[in-house]
C-alpha cells in the first residue's frame, strides 16, 4: 500500500524552528521526485519545496527561499523539510506528496503548523 506519513509539526513562535518528516512506503522511493506542499487556513494549498530522486537538486517557493531546507534520506525513505525563521504566515497544514509513474498523485494526511507568540 502506497503511504505518505507526515509528522513534526506543532505551535512555534516567529523566529522559530521546526523539522517535518514524511515516512514513505509501498513504492520505490530512491526513484521519485518528493515534494512539499502546505495549506494556509481559508487558502488553496501551494507548493513549498521539491526534491529529485538522487538526493541533490532541489527547488522551493519564493516565500520560503533561504529559511526552509528539503532533505531525503533514501535509504530510510524518509524526506524532510527544516524550517528555520519561522513567520505567522507559515501557518498551515504541511502536505508530503508524490507523483507516481501511473499518474497517481499521494498525499499524506498533513500536519498542522502554527507560528505565533
Known amino acids: 500500500q502506497v503511504q505518505l506519513v507526515e509528522s513534526g509539526g506543532g505551535l512555534v513562535q516567529p523566529g522559530g524552528s521546526l523539522r517535518l518528516s514524511c515516512a514513505a512506503s509501498?513504492?520505490?522511493?530512491?526513484?521519485?521526485?518528493m515534494y512539499w506542499y502546505r495549506q494556509p487556513p481559508g487558502k488553496e494549498r501551494e507548493f513549498v519545496a521539491t526534491?529529485?530522486?538522487?538526493?541533490?537538486?532541489?527547488n522551493y517557493a519564493d516565500s520560503v527561499k533561504d529559511r526552509f531546507t528539503i532533505s531525503r534520506d533514501n535509504a530510510k525513505k524518509m524526506v524532510y523539510l527544516q524550517m528555520d525563521s519561522l513567520k505567522p504566515e507559515d501557518t498551515a497544514v504541511y502536505y508530503c506528496?508524490?507523483?507516481?509513474?501511473?499518474?497517481?498523485?499521494?498525499w499524506g494526511q498533513g500536519t498542522q503548523v502554527t507560528v505565533s507568540s
Open positions: 509501498g513504492f520505490t522511493f530512491s526513484d521519485y521526485r
Open positions: 506528496n508524490t507523483r507516481l509513474i501511473s499518474g497517481r498523485s499521494v
Open positions: 526534491i529529485f530522486s538522487d538526493e541533490g537538486l532541489a
